[in-house]
């Protein structure tokens, strides 16, 4: 059925000559039209939740600091609960003052409070703020990763276990870049009011100030956040968001050989995103896409609507032959509730597969009166007859 989508595939054609032209960087290899240097990397559109890039995005690797995302989400969560507030003070152990790496440079006298604690590890990457963390949080670093790898099996993050709280290279500490991404979409839907921390530009503790080492920070290509990554077996990596216009993509990357080529491909990845594909709105909430015939019901059909609004991208470049269809279990049997999700909407564009938009019921149907029911018995037993009739003839 696809009489409904005349208009939208009309202004879907017309975006693709305004999307823009394709930006093409320097790389190494090619993935699904886009060149890239990295060993690994996961590329999603969280506007329609289109996955416009994956490369080995499965593969359990060393995060490196990338890690620390998962050290502030288990934060997060402690303070949505109620178990702390921002203002809550930690201990420094020794074992977190000597940490090595990226520090806030915390000594064992200091008390940081738990918005310390974020920025020092959101703006300085510090590997002491971390353990301070997951002390503070479940005791020991050890039971920390036992509790933070729980965690993330129960959000999907599969391929991903965490052995400390810092992203230290250790032979266990694994994640893939499916997962970082799962991991920052969770945090800039969930916690919208930690994001400013991840785009804070610096930060200063015990007198000294540090930079957030993000990159590309006010370039004016709507990255904000969220962290950078590197150590020897992860090579140069980053897990970031960007935002331009009401699009918003999450990625991640990592196998680069240096902190220049970390930021071009962090800039190749966000103007391929945003240049090589265009938001088209296919309808809007409440907008009627196609009926389904109703099984003993009191009415004939019932309309099948858009639950929201609902947009799809649309690429540059080999978009004019997508297609779609609205498929559900026919007949839907009576009675059927307002809202509730009967069918889908699957639209098919080329390279880029199936996106599946829900559909639901417009109207209540209650279930039809004797008459009804009457009528559907004899056009059933009609045509078994019918059936039995031809079954003989042959």
Known sequence: M?????DAIM???AAIVAAGTLVAPAAAQTVGGFETRATSVYVRDLTTGIVLLEKAADVPLPPASMSKLMTLLMLFEALEDGRMTLDTTFTVSERARAMGGSRMFLETRDRPTALDLIRGIAVKSGNDATVVVAEGLAGTE???AQLATRRARELGMRNTTIANSSGWP???HLMSKRDLGILAEHIIRTYPQYNPYLSEREFT??????PNRVPLLGAGIG?????TGFTSAAGYSLTGSAQQGNRRIVFAFGGLESERARVQEAEAIINWAFRQFASVRVGQAGQVMSDAPVWLGDMATVPLVLAQDADILV???GARDFSARVVYDSPIPAPIVAGTQIASLIIDIPDMGETRVPL???????EGGFGVRAQASAKRLLSMVLGSAREAMN
Do not use: C
């Open 205 to 210: 503790w015990n007198g000294i100030t540090q």
């Open 11 to 13: 202004i879907a054609k």
């Open 223 to 227: 990255l904000d956040g969220l962290k």
């Open 170 to 172: 250790h032979a266990d």
């Open 142 to 144: 050890e039971a920390f």
């Open 315 to 317: 690429p540059a470049i």
């Open 2 to 6: 696809r009489l409904k989508l005349a």
């Open 360 to 366: 639901v019921a417009g109207v209540d149907v209650a």
